[in-house]
C-alpha cells in the first residue's frame, strides 16, 4: 500500500517562506507525476502545482513565481518551496502521487500566514 506523508508546515508571516516536502512509499511501481494541492476553509481543493518524472511543472497562476516545485526520484520525494507568502495562501496543503496502482494523497498540513 502506497502512504503518502507530508511535512513542514506551519505558522510564517507575511512575506516569509516555508518549503514542504511529502515522501512516497511503500510503491511497487514507479511514482509517476506528484503534485501539491491546497484547501482553504469554505473553498475547494485546488491545484497548487505538480511535477511529472522527467521534471516538468505546472503551477496555478496564484503561485507562479513564488513557489517552486521540486523531487527527487531516489526518494519519492517532492518539495515545495513557497516564498513571499501571502496571507490568502493560508490553506491545508495536500501532496498526491501518481503510480500504475492510481492517485494517491496524504493527510495534510498545515500553512498559516498571519498578515
Known amino acids: 500500500q502506497v502512504q503518502v506523508v507530508e511535512s513542514g508546515g506551519g505558522l510564517v508571516q507575511a512575506g516569509g517562506s516555508l518549503r514542504l516536502s511529502c515522501a512516497a512509499s511503500?510503491?511497487?511501481?514507479?511514482?509517476?507525476?506528484m503534485g501539491w494541492y491546497r484547501q482553504a476553509p469554505g473553498k475547494q481543493r485546488e491545484l497548487v502545482a505538480v511535477i511529472t518524472r522527467s521534471s516538468s511543472t505546472n503551477y496555478a497562476d496564484s503561485v507562479k513565481g513564488r513557489f517552486t516545485i521540486s523531487r527527487d526520484n531516489a526518494k519519492n520525494t517532492v518539495y515545495l518551496q513557497m516564498n513571499s507568502l501571502k496571507p490568502e495562501d493560508t490553506a491545508v496543503y495536500y501532496c498526491?502521487?501518481?503510480?500504475?496502482?492510481?492517485?494517491?494523497w496524504g493527510q495534510g498540513t498545515q500553512v498559516t500566514v498571519s498578515s
Open positions: 511503500g510503491s511497487r511501481f514507479n511514482i509517476n507525476a
Open positions: 498526491n502521487a501518481e503510480s500504475l496502482l492510481g492517485l494517491h
